[in-house]
């Protein structure tokens, strides 16, 4: 009788205090060595998406003086890239038609805004380009680079040359300097 006792003890079915403890333990590890690699995935994503943004932006601007895309009244003469201001740096673009006489026609064909945690940096507000020939105007020098940045983690870079070619670079982990935090 005693023996049956024991068996019955035995066959429960469950987990110890220890073995839970054990599980939480590892969870808890677990998470701790994840969450920042999560974190840090996300902010490039961020980043890799403002510089996706800004490169397609540029691209459109570019395809549209090369288009030779007319609307309105109006003959367009360029289409401008414009970097547009969020408080004390540029959070956003704008494309707009420009006439003969180098004044902006009418509401801008396209308007973004970047996350708020990152920023753009150019020597340069607006890119200019001469319908159809698609060629860069006002520049400089024979080129510039606008630099996509998330403070604290890097940036990447999109150079347009006055012939129109527009190249992205990849991540670099370089120190650039954004707002920390969103307005």
């Given amino acids: 009788m005693r023996r049956r006792n024991c068996l019955s003890l035995n066959s429960q079915k469950g987990f110890t205090l220890i073995e839970m403890l054990v599980v939480v333990l ?16 996300n902010r490039r994503e961020i980043l890799k998406q403002g510089a996706t943004q800004l490169l397609n932006g ?9 288009a030779g895309v007319q609307t ?3 003959f367009v003469t360029r289409y401008r890239f414009k970097l547009v201001t969020r408080g004390s740096y540029y959070g956003g673009y ?26 753009i940096s150019s020597p340069v507000s607006q890119i200019d380009y001469t319908v159809p020939s698609g060629r860069v105007v006002g520049l400089s020098g024979s080129s510039t680079t606008l630099s996509v940045c998330y403070q604290g983690v890097g940036q ?28």
């Fill in 72 to 74: 309105g009244n109006a």
């Fill in 26 to 41: 590892l969870m808890g590890m677990l998470i701790t060595f994840i969450t920042p690699s999560f974190l840090s995935f």
């Fill in 94 to 119: 704008q494309i707009q038609r420009l006439n003969e006489a180098g004044n902006v026609i009418e509401e801008p064909v396209d308007e973004q805004t970047i996350s708020c945690n990152v920023c």
């Fill in 58 to 66: 540029i691209e459109q601007t570019q395809s549209l003086a090369l």
């Fill in 156 to 183: 990447h870079t999109v150079t347009v040359d006055v012939s129109g070619r527009i190249t992205g670079s990849n991540f670099q982990t370089s120190s650039c300097s954004c707002p920390s935090s969103c307005p």
